[in-house]
């Protein structure tokens, strides 16, 4: 018997049953056709999904995103999503159970700011303050609160939509401290009034603190303010007839301009945080 011989069905197949006998091979140009997966398309791409943006965010991993994106806990510029694998841009608004949140890293810089630069994030402004923090995250921060063109001192940058909100907050805000020079001396009784607390058109004015600058003239004042312009300072002193000469914002809260040259920044320190969070 030779090596083509043989009881049935041991010989050598042949016909059209051939390959019934084949191992299947995944070897090139015989692997199966993968499907592709439409959800994964993206014509931007710095679209991630949203599991992984909460996970980012550091609410929770993205097994559990994906349970509280299915509940309904999570809203993407206002319209609740629940579906598995949506994307979201990074100009979106995303928020979990009702508060904003955000996957980038947290940045807080404080600028000593010069005169000749507005406070504002829009383009075609000119000189801005966004032009001097340039180079200081890449995460996207906006300034807390304004100093006008001409005005200078401290100004906060973060993303923490919660500090924000404490300078923002009318119950309770951050005191912000100017050096205030006048046009000529603030006279004892306009300085009582102010201290006082007074009405403008039938609202009540009022400031922390207000003093004279030590070892300087009268025109020269300290003002405590919680307000987070300085359009404030503005109405209190044209209203007793002051013309302003300078202003300078010297602390917020208990942060200084020390070490910090002007036009220059720094990065909080994380005790500064932690005193900021603490108001």
Not at 150 to 174: M, R, Y
């Amino acid at each position: 018997m030779n090596r083509h011989q043989g009881s049935k069905g041991k010989g050598k197949p042949s016909g059209r049953g051939h390959n019934t006998y084949r191992k299947t091979s995944y070897a090139r140009g015989n692997a199966p056709i993968k499907k592709k997966d439409h959800t994964s398309d993206s014509s931007d791409p710095n679209e991630i999904r949203l599991n992984k943006y909460l996970a980012n965010s550091g609410i929770c991993s993205r097994r559990e995103a994906d349970i509280h994106i299915a509940t309904g806990l999570v809203t993407v510029n206002g319209k609740v999503i629940t579906e598995m694998g949506f994307k979201v841009k990074p100009s979106d608004e995303v928020r979990y159970d009702g508060s904003r949140i955000n996957p980038e890293k947290k940045a807080y810089v404080l600028l000593n700011k010069p005169k000749g630069f507005a406070t504002t994030t829009s383009e075609g402004k000119g000189r801005t303050v966004m032009d001097l923090v340039a180079n200081a995250t890449s995460s996207r921060i906006k300034p807390i609160g304004r100093l006008g063109r001409n005005s200078k001192g401290l100004l906060l940058f973060t993303n923490d939509e919660t500090i924000a909100n404490k300078f923002t907050n009318s119950n309770h805000g951050v005191p912000r401290l100017f050096h205030i020079e006048l046009d000529k001396n603030l006279k004892l009784e306009d300085f009582k009034k102010i201290q006082n607390g007074f009405k403008i058109d039938g609202k009540l004015i009022t400031v922390e603190e207000i003093s004279y600058i030590e070892g300087a003239s009268k025109k020269e004042i300290g003002l405590k303010i919680k307000n987070t312009g300085n359009s404030i300072i503005r109405t209190i002193f044209e209203h007793f007839n002051y013309d302003i000469l300078s202003i300078d914002c010297v602390a917020i809260a208990q942060l200084t301009k020390k070490d910090i040259p002007r036009g220059h920044w720094k990065h909080l320190t994380q005790q500064e945080l932690n005193n900021l969070k603490m108001l």
